[in-house]
């Protein structure tokens, strides 16, 4: 009949139209995949191409048959690349560690107990999350400098320490344990500071390593705090030596061995992300900010 | 039950306040009084009198105009097009079903790398050197465009750099917000429409969009105030001295007054900040004035 013919053309013709706009969606989608890979891709094939072979390419070339991994070699005995590692490492672990501990605190106490003026104490931390670290950070910088902490690991941990939004972010997990279990504690004449390490924390694990992740993450890509309070290369950590690189490393026309630095200090945190990825989204999405 | 008052607690508390008080509640004090202060000595920590005058010789100061423009340079360029190249991509990514999760992953990637060190390889795909005219002048080539020094060439090129690298950089938060709202609409609104017959950009404009409205917002919000704040950017593609360059912003102008070629200013420093505090307080107030007309909560 005349109109079983006309849907079945309609369903061509609307699955041919579905057809092409997936199409158009997977092309979209995959160069944009392409533009997210392709630095990555570019430090790395930079980072392997010979120094000589680099700049004899008037025409970039997208590829190389001769990797070599001398510049790596380079970037690690030219400049003390190693040493931007170690620091980035001990500031890294010793900021997040110290973090953790007073965010656990914290977040108990507003979560499991009870004293006079919990409330104010709670609103003043949610307000100061709204400052601005620009605002800040001229006074701590004028702080350190005359407590004679600039070049020192002392000078760079301590002002990244507390974060207030992970303190609020693990009370809220807190106070979603039952109230029971901690009652239950109380009838057993368990301490505080036992039911903390005992039940809460391995309870809410998941959120422990959540904020550790997301620490470290800030930590090993913070920038604007080391420059102010290093010029001394022994302290530098991997952005400002980064940095100094590209403005005095190994000349400036030695990009080959730049990229091998830059590569190095990609390297752990897309390992880490590898590992986590899941896991860091989910933080992010639960109200991360960059920057 | 638990106890009424249980003084302990402001011991858990102690650490916490120890921090936050001498790292933001005293500086927060302290940058205001530091901003009225006239003709402050670092060294002798000594100033002669209290006034106007850092507020004033700033915004008098042709290297922070410079910054002023930059920066909203910067933010009317990347706030609206990383936002909706962002929808386009979260849409489209809620479309399809295959290499979904993979491609979500893919695109976060940017957000847990160092900016400076990216940035890095940006300044060498778009510099143009004796060597050779980089990656990107290659590409532009082709369109029969001569080449540009994107680095250090003309003031349009190295902002276009700037606002791509920004783009590139605000992406993958953008997107991994804009997924999770996506998939937390209702079902049901999509199947009454399909009932209904509804072609595909009335379901986008009529549901799709009220609905996640909120999530726009917020990220047009965090976004202003995200770019407005903009700086290590700018030192990865353009090095440290961002005031040769013409590429300094305003948060690059208080670190160079407290700290660098030029510095030792804590109170023009201090004065410039907490007018990049006002200017973002009114945009945002702003922002959320408008929001409050368009937005469906």
Redesign the interface.
């Known amino acids: 009949m005349a109109n079983t013919i006309d849907y079945r053309k309609m369903e061509r013709a609307a699955a041919i139209r579905r057809g092409i706009g ?1 199409t158009i ?2 092309l ?2 995959t160069l ?2 392409v ?3 392709f ?2 891709y ?2 790395i094939l ?1 980072s392997v191409k010979s120094y000589s072979a680099y ?1 004899a ?4 070339k997208l590829y190389t048959w001769d990797p070599t991994f001398q510049n790596y070699l380079d970037a690690f005995t030219t400049v003390p690349l190693a040493r931007y590692f170690l620091n980035t490492l001990i500031y890294t672990v010793s900021t997040t560690a110290l973090m953790l ?3 656990v ?2 977040a ?3 979560a ?7 409330n104010g ?1 709670f609103v003043l ?1 949610l307000s ?1 999350m709204m ?2 670290n ?10 350190i400098t005359n407590l004679n902490m600039r070049n020192t690991f002392l000078g760079l941990i ?2 990244s ?2 974060s ?1 939004f992970y ?1 609020y972010l693990l009370k809220e997990n807190f106070a979603q344990v039952p ?1 029971e279990l ?2 239950a504690a109380k009838v057993d004449n368990t301490k ?1 500071l036992k039911y903390l390490r005992k039940v809460l924390i391995p309870i809410c694990r998941p959120t422990l390593i959540t904020i550790t992740i997301l620490k470290v ?1 800030e930590c ?2 913070s ?2 705090w080391p ?2 309070i290093t010029d001394n290369q022994a302290y530098f950590l ?2 400002n030596g ?2 100094y690189i ?2 005095r490393g190994f000349g400036r ?1 030695n ?1 080959p061995a ?2 091998a630095a ?1 590569v190095s ?2 390297v752990p ?2 390992i ?2 590898l590992i986590f ?1 899941k896991k ?2 989910e933080g ?2 639960r109200g ?4 | ?10 011991l ?2 102690l ?3 120890l ?2 008080g ?7 004090i ?2 205001f009084i ?1 901003s009225f202060e006239q003709g402050f000595n ?1 060294a002798s920590q000594s100033y002669d009198g209290v006034g106007m005058r850092n507020y004033s010789f700033v915004l008098r100061d042709p290297y922070f105009l410079q910054a002023v423009k930059n920066t909203f340079i910067l933010v009317i360029f990347t706030v609206p097009i990383s936002t909706g190249l962002a929808l ?2 979260s849409v ?2 809620s ?2 079903k295959a290499v979904r999760h993979l ?16 940035g ?6 778009f510099k143009k ?1 004796p ?5 990107a002048n ?1 590409i532009i080539g082709w369109f029969g465009a001569g080449p540009v020094d994107f680095i250090d060439g003309p003031y349009w090129a190295k902002m276009f750099v700037l606002c791509f690298y920004t783009v ?4 993958p ?1 953008k997107i ?2 804009l997924t ?1 709202a996506l998939a937390s609409v209702d079902e049901g609104y999509y199947k009454a429409a399909q009932v209904d017959g509804t072609r595909k950009i009335r379901v986008f404009t009529r549901i799709t969009l009220p609905m996640i409205s909120p999530t726009i917002f917020y990220l047009i919000i ?1 976004g202003f ?2 770019a407005f ?1 903009a ?2 950017d700018a ?2 593609l353009f ?2 001295d961002l005031n040769a360059a013409e590429m300094n912003t305003i ?1 690059g102008y ?2 160079d007054m ?2 660098g070629s030029s510095g030792g200013y ?1 109170s023009y ?2 004065a410039a ?2 007018i ?2 006002l200017i ?1 307080l009114t945009i945002t107030c702003i922002n959320l004035l408008i929001s409050k007309k368009h937005v469906h909560y």
């Not at chain 1, 620009?134 to 702080?143: A, C, D, R, S």
């Not at chain 2, 890095?120 to 795909?125: K, T």
Request: glycine residues 4%; aromatic residues 18%.
């Open positions: 997936k969606t997977y979209l989608l944009w995949a533009m997210v890979l630095p990555f570019w430090m930079s700049n390419e008037y025409v970039p501990v007073v965010t605190l914290a108990f106490a507003f499991r107990l009870n004293f006079k003026g919990k104490a931390f100061l400052i601005p620009e605002l800040v950070i001229i006074t701590n910088f004028v702080t301590l002002p320490v507390a207030i303190i109230d901690y009652y505080d993450i090993w890509n920038y604007v420059r102010l991997v952005s980064i940095q590209r403005e026309e990009i730049m990229m830059v200090i990609s945190l897309i880490l992300f990825h860091i989204m992010v999405a991360g900010t960059k920057g | 039950m638990m106890e009424r008052n249980n003084p302990k607690g402001w858990y508390l650490p916490a306040m921090f936050l001498v790292f933001m509640v005293y500086p927060l302290d940058v530091y670092f386009l991509i489209g990514l479309s399809i491609y979500q992953t893919l695109y976060f990637l940017p957000y847990v790398t160092n900016t400076l060190a990216v890095l390889v940006f300044m060498i795909l050197t060597y050779t005219d980089g990656l290659l590139w950089v605000v992406m938060f991994l917000i999770s965090t105030i995200g704040k700086y290590s030192v990865a090095g440290t948060v208080v670190y407290l700290y804590p420093a201090s900040a907490i990049l505090f973002v």
